[in-house]
């Protein structure tokens, strides 16, 4: 075998005679590469670096793109601005909502725009006069409305007896009528709805049998829909759609084929209604139901 060493410190090659020692070397104290010459076979070894000179390689092929940067920070400012503009928006309402609980206003109207959930809210038509009231605000339409409840709910069958108006109903609000009345007069519209459906009974014809009672306890001879408020209408009358010409509402064709008159009472100055006249109720075959709706009132008068 021959072996050969480079000298690092001259960079000269040296060859040695074989010897017993294979790694010797005529360089000593430099630093060396032994390269040992075997037949198909280089096996170097490399000693510690010392004042060797280094040499960049050759860069590799470009990487991957990256994921895409954060925005720039006149987009973040853009971003929080908006934040900050919806959070101060939340804080108004919320005050204004917060101040409308604190003093109760006169209606539900002026809880309008407060973007409250439908539910039942304290209002104060007249603080001089009467003591905050709770009633049932819906706020789920176009405009807010102020509900008043009462004792007769579902349809309800008529007392029987067969004299005009012999039979009387009374209606009890939850609330006090004065208050009730005040309500009305701080709306700018009310209305109530009232069905009567009947078997060979009639409401007016020329000579009523029934009636329904004004706030101030007057008996009124038309019915709901007929928003003229002419006497002996109901709201098929209105239309020219009754079932007998002859007649403003479907019951007082008085037959023994079921009829049904219904609709909304508007003349606010007239609610809530109070109570109900009944008659022409006293035969076997002769049956009458009625049914009586909460009364509503929405927006603000003036």
């Not at 908006?82 to 101040?99: C, F, S, W």
């Not at 009730?180 to 007016?204: G, T």
């Amino acid at each position: 075998m021959l072996n050969i060493v480079l000298c690092s410190l001259f960079m000269l090659p040296a060859v040695l005679p074989q010897t017993n020692n294979p790694n010797s070397s005529a360089c000593t104290g430099s630093t060396h590469i032994y390269y040992n010459y075997a037949p198909d076979h280089v096996a170097p070894f490399i000693a510690p670096e010392r004042n060797m000179q280094r040499v960049q390689g050759k860069s590799g092929p470009r990487g991957q793109k990256g994921e895409p940067g954060q925005k720039g920070e006149s987009a973040r400012t853009e971003g929080l601005e908006n934040r900050l503009a919806k959070v101060e928006e939340e804080l108004t309402l919320a005050k204004r909502q917060l101040d409308a609980l604190r003093v109760p206003p006169s209606t539900c109207a002026y809880y309008d725009e407060l973007d409250f959930e439908s539910g039942y809210y304290l209002i104060s038509p007249d603080p001089t006069r009467f003591q905050p009231v709770y009633v049932y605000c819906n706020f789920s339409q176009h405009s807010a409305a102020t509900i008043m409840n009462h004792d007769l709910t579902g349809e309800i069958e008529v007392e029987r007896c067969e004299a005009r108006k012999c039979s009387e109903v009374s209606v009890n609000y939850n609330l006090p009528l004065e208050v009730m009345i005040q309500i009305a007069n701080l709306s700018a519209e009310c209305k109530q709805y009232v069905k009567f459906r009947c078997q060979s009974v009639f409401l007016f014809r020329n000579s009523p049998a029934a009636a329904w009672l004004s706030r101030g306890g007057i008996a009124m001879h038309y019915w709901g829909g007929a928003t003229s408020g002419r006497d002996y209408y109901c709201a098929c009358g209105e239309t020219g759609s009754c079932v007998d010409p002859v007649w403003k509402c479907n019951c007082d064709k008085n037959s023994a084929p079921e009829a049904l008159d219904e609709g909304f009472l508007t003349t606010k100055d007239a609610l809530p209604v109070t109570g109900f006249l009944f008659g022409d109720n006293g035969d076997n075959e002769e049956n009458a139901w009625f049914m009586l709706g909460p009364l509503v009132c929405t927006g603000r008068q003036g």
